[in-house]
């Protein structure tokens, strides 16, 4: 069971020390039972998250497969199912404040189970206990620090998720608005679609994947699709077989923090145009990602280059 740890019961020996055990196996026990309590809820908050990103990514899916062979607008059946998958957003941002509340509480129990356990070993140099009492203390300690265990194991594992859910939802709250234009219009790359249009660019740049320049350079996260979709198409129609490279490239400027996030955004915007391509009939198997930096840029930006 998750986060579960047993704590055995006791004789009450009699002794001073014997009445502060049992007092503190009370609150030991107490302790266990919202360590138990807190990882259940992790592990039903964890599942409803998966559930409602299956659930999201399923309609999401349907709509783009739809659109990309062309509909009519404003097409019912499209509408009912964007409100499915917005909903199912409705449902994880819900999902990730109760994820953001429980770590708190988390947090705040692993010190006073900490101050539990010292209290615990501190008992044991208290003159007139007998010998059970200080094996009933041992037994106690280790118990304790099995419950530290559990919760430091929560804490690192809950905020991870909660990291990864919340880039999760702020990238597809974008690609849900731009899937709410291509249904008014009853086209996935018809224009309009949410976010300014990015400037796409035939600079030369850098070698690689075999190329000297871009077919493409996405300077934005907005409207980029109808540039990528263009640039593909004339990519594939002059060689059929070709594989493609796609390159998150950042920015050198600021500190070495910055340089980092500079860094991981390059790249999530690289991943977000590869699930784009993938939409656009884009086999994986035919494009790789790498990263780069350019210290001439101000902001990061994708490269698709033809391999």
């Known amino acids: 069971m998750v986060g579960a740890v047993t704590i055995l019961p006791g004789t009450d020996t009699g002794t001073a020390v014997g009445h502060t055990i049992t007092s503190l196996r009370a609150s030991l026990q107490d302790a266990a039972n919202r360590t138990l309590g807190a990882g259940q809820q992790y592990a039903r908050l964890r599942n ?13 899916a349907q709509i783009s497969a739809r659109l990309q062979i062309g509909t009519t607008r404003a097409n019912p059946q499209l509408v009912a199912q964007w409100n499915t998958a917005q909903a199912a957003l409705d449902q994880l941002t819900a999902n990730i404040n109760a994820l953001s509340a429980l770590i708190a509480q988390i947090n705040g129990y692993v010190p006073k189970v900490r101050a539990l356990a010292d209290q615990i070993q501190t008992t044991a140099s208290v003159p007139g206990g007998v010998e059970e009492d200080h094996r009933q203390l041992g037994v ?15 804490g690192r594992d809950a905020p991870a998720d909660l990291r990864r859910q919340t880039l999760t939802l702020t990238n597809e709250r974008t690609r849900l608005a731009q899937l709410a234009n291509g249904i008014k219009a009853g086209d996935l790359y018809a ?19 075999g190329a000297s320049m871009p077919i493409v350079t996405i300077r934005r996260t907005g409207n980029y699709q109808k540039p990528l979709y263009d640039a593909l198409t004339l990519a594939l129609r002059n060689q059929p077989t070709a594989s493609f490279h796609v390159v998150g490239v950042a920015p050198t400027r ?44 101000r902001a990061s930006e994708v490269r698709v280059f033809l391999q």
Request: glycine share 6%; charged share 15%.
């Open 48 to 60: 409803s998250s998966a559930q409602q990103l299956a659930i999201y990514f399923q309609a999401q």
């Open 140 to 154: 106690m300690e280790d118990e304790a620090n099995q419950v530290v265990v559990v919760l430091e194991r929560l």
């Open 191 to 209: 224009g309009g679609t949410a976010g300014a249009a990015p400037t796409v660019s035939a600079t030369p740049v850098a070698p690689a994947g």
């Open 254 to 297: 600021g500190s070495a923090a910055a340089l980092q996030v500079a860094q991981s955004e390059a790249r999530n915007r690289a991943q977000q145009v590869m699930r784009t391509m993938t939409e656009m009939g884009v086999p994986a198997a035919r494009m790789d990602l790498s990263s780069a930096t350019d210290p001439s840029l």
